[in-house]
């Protein structure tokens, strides 16, 4: 535990809410504190440790590449951007990517791109860019004017023009985009996370995409969450039966190595040409390295299946809690291990009581239970996680 004189002391930026634990191990699904305390880690460090913590395959892979090469900058060819641009284009149904280092700044691209593409393609000047209520898209300038929500965007006026924000999941909300002939791109996540774990409607998703295809708008979709396996396949968007645009990823590529991409189909891309677009950082060797031996991780230990039936079985438990505390839990939402506990009370009740039995969960908003485990986590530890949150919820 930290004491209130360390917290004094620190030097760093309030700009967090922080629990009170240091934080000083990690491996599999457990951390460890400064006191040697260890805590099942069902948060996954914000779905990004989706291998768990210091995977070996990972940690072999950045330590030899540390031995040869951290940077050289994108002037010259880097074979690990190359095979991890190659492994991720293979995988899904686009044809190129664009490498910075974070979430945040793969949808800075995508904003860029799709401005691209309306000004130099389309040829419209004043663009605009749909997005959605309860949505997260991250913290600079461009992509919180993109989130359309209050409290991420209160006190940063004069906010970006050329967004417009419809409301999620709104059949009828999207006759806007047919009637407007300035939208160049949606911007979506296809489950939301910080929002609230709201899986988009199938039905919904269909008719936005057709919309958009019969008035080339650029469909986007914000998988830096619900990516890399968090649902149950390696993308969120396969299991809509669509292609996107245009994808975003980053938490969990790099397996905790800070990553940010952004995939494209060449079609969508045709605006971005040499000198429209960089980042100093962006596909580094150590972090394409980390990205590349993250997805070969995924094949050979079949972490997609592993991911599956640890989500069924996570879900399966969950819902038979809810049947037992009615009062408590109002419903079970998600896909994968990308999952929500909606709460008549407060959340961060639930939370602070879990960890006090040295269980880690998130929030998702005030009524919403976050639960992140590693996607390699396995029924004994999802049999301890539901018996301590039975015994949190018959104290609540
Ligand atoms: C976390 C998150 C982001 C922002 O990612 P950063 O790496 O923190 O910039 C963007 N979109 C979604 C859906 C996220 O969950």
Same mark, same amino acid.
């Given at each position: 535990m930290l004491d209130s004189q360390t917290s004094l002391l620190?030097?760093?930026?309030? +700009?967090y809410k922080r629990f009170p634990i240091e934080m000083k191990k990690g491996k599999g699904s457990y951390v460890w504190d400064a006191d040697g305390t260890k805590y099942l880690d069902f948060t996954s460090g914000i779905a990004t440790c989706n291998l768990g913590h210091v995977p070996d395959s990972v940690k072999e892979a950045v330590s030899e590449q540390l031995e040869n090469l951290w940077h050289c900058s994108n002037l010259y060819h880097i074979p690990s951007q190359e095979k991890l641009a190659h492994l991720l284009t293979e995988k899904t149904c686009f044809d190129q990517v664009f490498f910075c280092n974070s979430g945040a700044e793969a949808n800075e691209a995508a904003i860029k791109l799709a401005r691209r593409y309306a000004n130099k393609?389309?040829?419209?000047?004043d663009p605009t860019i749909v997005t959605f209520t309860h949505s997260f898209h991250g913290r600079t300038l461009g992509t919180l004017t993109a989130t359309a929500q209050k409290k991420i965007q209160?006190?940063?006026?004069?906010l970006m023009p050329g967004f417009t924000y419809l409301p999620y999941n709104?059949?009828?909300?999207?006759s806007y985009l047919a009637h407007n002939?300035?939208?160049a791109a949606v911007l979506l996540e296809l489950v939301q996370g910080e929002g609230g774990v709201i899986p988009a409607d199938q039905e919904w998703v269909n008719e936005l995409h057709q919309i958009c295809k019969d008035n080339d708008i650029l469909f986007m979709?914000? *998988?830096?969450?619900?990516?890399?396996?968090?649902?149950?396949?390696?993308?969120?968007?396969e299991q809509y039966g669509i292609e996107p645009d245009v994808l975003t990823s980053a938490k969990g590529l790099g397996s905790g190595f800070p990553i940010g991409a952004m995939l494209a189909k060449s079609a969508a891309a045709k605006?971005? *040409?040499?000198?429209?677009h960089g980042s +100093?950082?962006?596909?580094?060797p150590l972090a394409t390295t980390a990205g590349v031996a993250t997805l070969e991780t995924f094949d050979k230990e079949d972490i997609l299946s592993k991911s599956i039936e640890n989500g069924n079985y996570l879900s399966e438990q969950l819902s038979e809690l809810k049947d037992k505390y009615k009062k408590l839990i109002i419903s079970v939402r998600g896909k994968g291990l990308l999952l929500g506990l909606e709460t008549a009370i407060p959340a961060a009740d639930v939370v602070t009581k879990m960890r006090e039995h040295q269980v880690l969960i998130l929030t998702a908003g005030e009524k919403v239970a976050r639960i992140l485990p590693p996607?390699? +986590?396995?029924k004994e530890e999802i049999d301890t996680f539901i018996q301590t949150m039975d015994l949190v919820l018959s104290q609540l």
């Amino acid at each position: 535990m930290l004491d209130s004189q360390t917290s004094l002391l620190s030097s760093v930026m309030p +700009t967090y809410k922080r629990f009170p634990i240091e934080m000083k191990k990690g491996k599999g699904s457990y951390v460890w504190d400064a006191d040697g305390t260890k805590y099942l880690d069902f948060t996954s460090g914000i779905a990004t440790c989706n291998l768990g913590h210091v995977p070996d395959s990972v940690k072999e892979a950045v330590s030899e590449q540390l031995e040869n090469l951290w940077h050289c900058s994108n002037l010259y060819h880097i074979p690990s951007q190359e095979k991890l641009a190659h492994l991720l284009t293979e995988k899904t149904c686009f044809d190129q990517v664009f490498f910075c280092n974070s979430g945040a700044e793969a949808n800075e691209a995508a904003i860029k791109l799709a401005r691209r593409y309306a000004n130099k393609i389309k040829g419209i000047k004043d663009p605009t860019i749909v997005t959605f209520t309860h949505s997260f898209h991250g913290r600079t300038l461009g992509t919180l004017t993109a989130t359309a929500q209050k409290k991420i965007q209160d006190g940063f006026s004069p906010l970006m023009p050329g967004f417009t924000y419809l409301p999620y999941n709104d059949l009828d909300a999207l006759s806007y985009l047919a009637h407007n002939n300035h939208c160049a791109a949606v911007l979506l996540e296809l489950v939301q996370g910080e929002g609230g774990v709201i899986p988009a409607d199938q039905e919904w998703v269909n008719e936005l995409h057709q919309i958009c295809k019969d008035n080339d708008i650029l469909f986007m979709v914000d *998988e830096v969450q619900s990516g890399v396996g968090r649902t149950g396949t390696l993308y969120a968007y396969e299991q809509y039966g669509i292609e996107p645009d245009v994808l975003t990823s980053a938490k969990g590529l790099g397996s905790g190595f800070p990553i940010g991409a952004m995939l494209a189909k060449s079609a969508a891309a045709k605006g971005f *040409e040499p000198g429209s677009h960089g980042s +100093t950082f962006g596909g580094n060797p150590l972090a394409t390295t980390a990205g590349v031996a993250t997805l070969e991780t995924f094949d050979k230990e079949d972490i997609l299946s592993k991911s599956i039936e640890n989500g069924n079985y996570l879900s399966e438990q969950l819902s038979e809690l809810k049947d037992k505390y009615k009062k408590l839990i109002i419903s079970v939402r998600g896909k994968g291990l990308l999952l929500g506990l909606e709460t008549a009370i407060p959340a961060a009740d639930v939370v602070t009581k879990m960890r006090e039995h040295q269980v880690l969960i998130l929030t998702a908003g005030e009524k919403v239970a976050r639960i992140l485990p590693p996607l390699t +986590t396995n029924k004994e530890e999802i049999d301890t996680f539901i018996q301590t949150m039975d015994l949190v919820l018959s104290q609540l």
